[in-house]
């Protein structure tokens, strides 16, 4: 089997198991790429992680183009990322087609209305374990209330705040210094 | 043109994405249905509920589904919609990728330099804060009821919000098996 196709089977495997998002997906890219194909040894995954996590783009993509670039260049990462992708398109699209036919049944909206106020807890769970990560501390607690607060209550673009971040801390850093 | 404007709106989403799914949401949010309003609030929960229960990245999930609609309701035919939703798919990840392409082998070299800490030092609590807009920004009567209409429908919204934040939250229930559960009890109360 040619590199290309193998590289393209890998990540549409990883692409179509992994449920819930860019991290589920580093633990079986890890067994996948590492453990069973000897693509890369650990230390070259955790350079790849540490890319992933430095560039914008979602994580599971980012990390499949930079696999794919290490093995063929950048062939090799474009049927990275395209691999990794090519499932939830499929799969959102056949949803999508669906529910353009059923949105209006009763019984889909009486399961979404059960689902909605979930989602919205869904997404707030993690804000916590995210600000243990971010080393909130006494001296930068405000950022993120000021950032949501912007967004949410002034409508302000989430670009801004990133721009802002980004700059800011580019900023600080040099005048520490 | 709603084919260009897909491109540059998801292009957009892509590069300034940072912190991954969930941070993205609020970016999403904010292009595809304040300014576009490329689909309703519900919509937007239900298929943030969707992508939390198919494989693959949320951002993509997020993408495809948007480009579908978008290109349905500017009443174009099926095929015009699937193909919104490829460009829409593509348009999130080719930026970050020629980025990727450009500077991982500085990024391997100095991802511990002065400059680029500095600059995570401040972007990661901002991240946070994206999260907690995408969460505020979905806590509107759409999804939670009008309480002024409906008591009923607010009173348990809000007791199916704290239930599922406490489940995954202290008993880290998955959240496929939160939503299936809060969509059986959806269907068997209303």
New interface residues.
């Given amino acids: 089997m040619g590199i290309y196709t193998q590289i393209f089977l890998t990540f549409a495997k990883i692409?179509?198991?992994?449920?819930?998002?860019?991290?589920a997906?580093v633990q079986m890219m890890e067994k996948e790429v590492v453990d069973k194909k000897h693509w890369l040894n650990h230390e070259e995954f955790m350079?790849t992680l540490?890319?992933a996590q430095?560039?914008?783009?979602?994580?599971?993509?980012?990390m499949a183009?930079?696999i794919g670039?290490k093995l063929k260049g950048?062939g090799g990462?474009?049927v990275g990322?395209?691999a990794?992708?090519l499932?939830?398109?499929v799969?959102?699209?056949l949803?999508?087609?669906f529910?353009?036919t059923f949105?209006d049944n009763i019984?889909v909206e009486?399961?979404?209305?059960?689902?909605?106020?979930?989602?919205?807890?869904?997404?707030?769970?993690?804000?916590?374990s995210?600000?243990k990560?971010?080393?909130?501390n006494k001296y930068?607690?405000w950022?993120?209330?000021?950032?949501?607060v912007l967004?949410?209550v002034f409508?302000v673009?989430?670009?801004w705040?990133?721009?802002?971040?980004?700059i800011?801390?580019?900023v600080?850093?040099?005048l520490?210094? | 043109m709603i084919f260009l404007e897909l491109f540059y709106v998801f292009s957009k989403i892509g590069i300034f994405n940072f912190g991954g799914g969930y941070a993205m949401l609020s970016l999403i949010q904010d292009e595809v249905v304040n300014k576009h309003q490329w689909m309703t609030v519900n919509e937007f929960t239900d298929i943030v509920a969707v992508s939390q229960s198919t494989p693959g990245p949320i951002g993509i999930n997020c993408a495809t589904y948007t480009g579908y609609t978008a290109v349905i309701h500017a009443g174009y035919p099926t095929w015009a919609a699937v193909l919104g939703a490829v460009l829409a798919s593509l348009s999130v990840i080719w930026l970050p990728f020629i980025l990727m392409v450009s500077i991982s082998q500085y990024l391997i070299k100095h991802h511990d330099s002065k400059a680029v800490t500095s600059v995570f030092a401040t972007l990661r609590p901002v991240i946070v804060g994206l999260i907690a807009a995408a969460a505020l920004m979905l806590m509107s009567k759409e999804n939670f009821g009008d309480p002024s209409e409906s008591t009923f429908v607010f009173v348990l919204s809000i007791v199916i919000f704290l239930l599922a934040f406490v489940g995954t939250r202290l008993y880290k229930v998955h959240p496929i098996i939160m939503i299936l559960l809060c969509g059986l009890a959806g269907l068997l109360i209303y």
């Fill in positions: 692409g179509s198991f992994t449920i819930g998002g860019g991290f997906m350079d540490v890319v430095s560039t914008p783009g979602l994580f599971a993509i980012d183009s930079h670039l950048v990462g474009i990322a395209l990794t992708a499932p939830s398109i799969a959102i699209l949803i999508a087609m529910f353009q949105k019984y009486k399961i979404f209305m059960g689902v909605r106020p979930c989602v919205v807890a869904l997404i707030l769970a993690p804000c916590f995210m600000a990560k971010a080393k909130l930068n607690w950022i993120p209330i000021v950032a949501a967004i949410w409508g673009s989430p670009i705040c990133i721009l802002a971040a980004g800011g801390g580019f600080w850093g040099r520490k210094n």
